[in-house]
């Protein structure tokens, strides 16, 4: 083959960025150079030199066997301690795609730096080792993947030579993973059992696991689509440099971060808002009669305008959100916490502000997601924050666009980074609102200017024989509480009760339709669930919904925001409730007609129907 053509090939093969995850020793590193070494991707001095280090520092020592995960962990202390503790980065391509891998550690100290990985990464590979299964640190590092925004996820179910290459323990694990993964949003999750060390389906398919019916490690990273992953309906261009070699010339070079635009589109300069339209678009290679995301450009304007470094230029009908004051999930890397009583610093595209923490609206349990009241976000804590900036930031929600929705914390002393924050796309009806004091005030503001017609509470629960009230039924993802919930609609409209019951897949499809029915969006569908709460009892309905494992901090603003009215919660499950306790609480698979009268008994005590209806 000519080798200009070869090169050239080369050149315009596609890149995956992916990383390795997962708990301390479950064989990230290992993976790694097995891959390497499958695939014939190591130098003849780099084998020998890995040889001679597995017999002196690696786990293979008097066996023979090579110690793959040497070819990874390169420290001292890592060598010295077995575990990852900086992330690794290699560089391998093959046939089909080139490829960058960062390995990344496995111990909690060291999330910060599993995050610092994922942030550019279009793939994870998580890890799980197949005799410990599904652990708290495999759901942390699942849960900050989601996170990032990373769309395509491996799970490869490591050492199943040692689980003599079950297929029960694959499934089970499959399944684990499987369930906590539904509440969060990845659209593409696949599993591979294997063993690194053996080499069993890393770059071959494993003749000891025929059940196995996917593609081995290698080529399902080879064939992973990420075209669709890239944003390309809304133009991001932050500028890094102004170009001026001579008078006659001032572009403006930087990356397209999403989008795409072309010579004689009109733009936008944030935040000067001044417009003009896009002359010519130069590269080293010649110009262009348009660019694209990832492309690197200079930008000339037809018009002269005063813009610098940090700026951005975007289409004038497609701008994203600028303000003072914004929510952000934020993952905390620093020892001292992360609270209000002193300043930091945003870097945001390009640009340096000075900001306060507002108030922490929760942090995240990793293992059920729950969310908790707390003041202050500890090293390597998760939580939704509300920030202001003494100057204007122009976003994107970061779920829509990783580059223009993301910032990092600095410490203005120490010029650390300390924080990696994640813009979100529905920001609360007013700011810190999820608080509950400011939710309070939502509230009083609310009944403040509540506006009824010529019929009067009173007057409605003489006609209906009964108070209106909500009733929310919860659990866990499946059917048994929405059959509860249906089962009690229909007994009180056989007792001419004037009721009704709203399910998941209604408020999906309908009142929640503009939102994501996953993890990120759930504090906007509660609120809206509250809401639509309040209005259904104050029409004199018993109001009967479902909500998918309801915590304390749902259940407590349910209850707020159908104030004034009363709101009774019945808990299917295990699930337990911090401050404010289930009215009811029933075993996972009720008996469905005592759970009724269990119901019916509360309901009369509450003096919300009579006690002759029971």
């Not at 897949?505 to 993890?519: K, P, T, V």
Request: charged share 25%; proline share 2%.
């Amino acid at each position: 083959m000519n080798i200009d053509k070869f090169l050239n090939q080369n050149e315009k093969k596609d890149l995956l960025r992916f990383i390795t995850c997962g708990a301390v020793d479950d064989g990230k590193s290992t993976l790694i150079g097995r891959l390497l070494y499958d695939s014939k991707l190591i130098f003849e001095d780099q084998l020998k030199a890995l040889k001679t280090d597995s017999e002196k520092v690696g786990t293979t020592q008097g066996t023979g066997e090579i110690d793959y995960a040497l070819l990874l962990d390169g420290l001292k202390a890592e060598r010295e301690q077995g575990i990852t503790i900086d992330v690794a980065y290699r560089y391998f391509a093959t046939p089909k795609r080139k490829f960058i891998i960062a390995d990344t550690p496995g111990h909690e100290e060291y999330t910060r730096n599993m995050a610092t990985g994922a942030s550019t990464a279009n793939l994870a590979v998580i890890l799980i080792d197949a005799r410990a299964g599904v652990i708290t640190q495999t759901k942390r590092h699942a849960f900050i993947v989601s996170l990032l925004g990373i769309k395509h996820i491996v799970v490869a179910i490591n050492k199943m030579d040692l689980m003599d290459y079950s297929e029960e323990v694959f499934h089970n694990i499959k399944q684990e993973f499987s369930d906590f993964m539904q509440k969060l949003d990845v659209p593409d999750i696949k599993f591979i059992p294997l063993s690194a060390l053996k080499g069993d389906n890393v770059v071959k398919k494993s003749d000891k696991m025929a059940w196995y019916k996917g593609a081995p490690l290698l080529e399902t990273l080879e064939s992973v689509n990420i075209l669709q992953d890239r944003n390309l309906s809304d133009f991001r261009f932050p500028v890094q440099h102004v170009i001026r070699p001579h008078l006659d010339f001032r572009g403006f070079a930087g990356t397209v971060v999403s989008g795409t635009t072309a010579v004689g589109n009109t733009v936008k300069v944030l935040p000067s808002r001044k417009e003009s339209k896009i002359k010519n678009i130069v590269t080293a290679d010649g110009n262009l009669r348009e660019a694209f995301s990832p492309q690197s450009v200079v930008i000339e304007l037809e018009d002269e305008i005063d813009i610098s470094s940090g700026d951005i230029i975007v289409h004038t009908n497609n701008q994203p959100k600028s303000s003072r004051n914004f929510e952000a999930l934020v993952i905390w890397m620093n020892e001292k916490p992360f609270d209000s009583s002193r300043e930091y610093i945003i870097r945001h595209n390009g640009r340096n502000i000075k900001s306060r923490l507002d108030s922490i609206l929760y942090n995240i349990d990793v293992n059920t997601l729950g969310k908790n009241d707390v003041d202050k976000l500890q090293l390597n804590e998760i939580g939704r924050v509300a920030i202001s900036t003494t100057q204007a930031i122009h976003f994107d929600a970061y779920s829509k666009n990783r580059e223009t929705g993301s910032l990092i914390i600095i410490d203005p002393i120490t010029n650390v980074t300390i924080g990696a924050g994640m813009i979100t796309e529905n920001q609360t009806f007013d700011r810190n609102s999820l608080s509950e004091d400011n939710l309070k005030e939502h509230v009083d503001r609310r009944e403040f200017a509540w506006e009824t017609g010529l019929i009067n509470s009173r007057e409605r629960m003489l006609r209906n024989r009964h108070k209106g009230k909500t009733v929310v039924i919860t659990g866990s993802r499946d059917s048994a509480f929405q059959e509860l919930a249906k089962k009690l609609e229909q007994l009180l409209f056989k007792l001419n009760m004037n009721s009704y019951y709203l399910g998941l897949s209604n408020l999906a499809s309908g009142h929640d339709a503009d939102i994501n029915n996953d993890f990120w969006d759930r504090d906007e569908h509660i609120r809206r669930i509250g809401e639509l709460a309040r209005i259904m009892t104050d029409a004199g309905l018993i109001f009967i919904t479902t909500v998918n494992d309801a915590d304390d901090y749902d259940t407590q603003r349910l209850k707020l925001l159908n104030s004034p009215n009363e709101l009774l919660v019945v808990s299917l499950g295990d699930k337990q409730l911090k401050k404010h306790e289930a009215d009811i609480k029933l075993e996972s698979n009720p008996d469905i007609e005592k759970s009724l009268e269990q119901i019916m008994q509360l309901l009369s005590s509450k003096s919300i129907i009579p006690e002759y209806c029971i």
